[in-house]
């Protein structure tokens, strides 16, 4: 069975940085995508960056330039680096892993619990 525990919200002032962590556990193959999402209070979860099966590197345009995911393959664990965080950035942050089951024929996603990070003075 596939896990992810996620690491690193907390409290931030603006401009500073965050750096969290999802570590997957279990039998992590055949991965489509990898990546993280947020939800503020009464807002919709939106992509924030993620992993394509193409290798490529999806970047929302609020993350753009700020953020930056990188993957430590050995230790199967997911970073996302955020600088000059600012209180709009303030949400649970949420680890995702899409794998393509081919017995199925489709692929599974799996979620992280969510790390609260909080931006504020």
């Known amino acids: 069975q596939v896990q992810l525990a996620e690491s690193g919200g907390g409290l931030v002032q603006p401009g500073g940085s965050l750096r969290l962590s999802c570590a997957a556990s279990?039998?992590?193959?055949?991965?489509?995508?990898w990546g993280w999402y947020r939800q503020a209070p009464g807002q919709q979860r939106e992509l924030v960056a993620a992993?394509?099966?193409?290798?490529?590197?999806n970047y929302a345009d609020f993350a753009e330039g700020r953020f930056t995911l990188y993957r430590d393959n050995a230790a199967n664990t997911l970073y996302l680096q955020m600088n000059s965080l600012n209180p709009d950035d303030t949400a649970v942050y949420y680890c995702?892993?899409?794998?393509?089951?081919?017995?199925?024929?489709?692929?599974?996603?799996?979620w992280g619990k969510g790390t609260l990070v909080t931006v504020s003075s």
């Open positions: 995702k892993l899409t794998m393509r089951r081919f017995i199925l024929a489709r692929s599974v996603d799996y």
């Open positions: 992993l394509t099966s193409s290798s490529s590197t």
């Open positions: 279990g039998s992590i193959f055949n991965i489509d995508a």
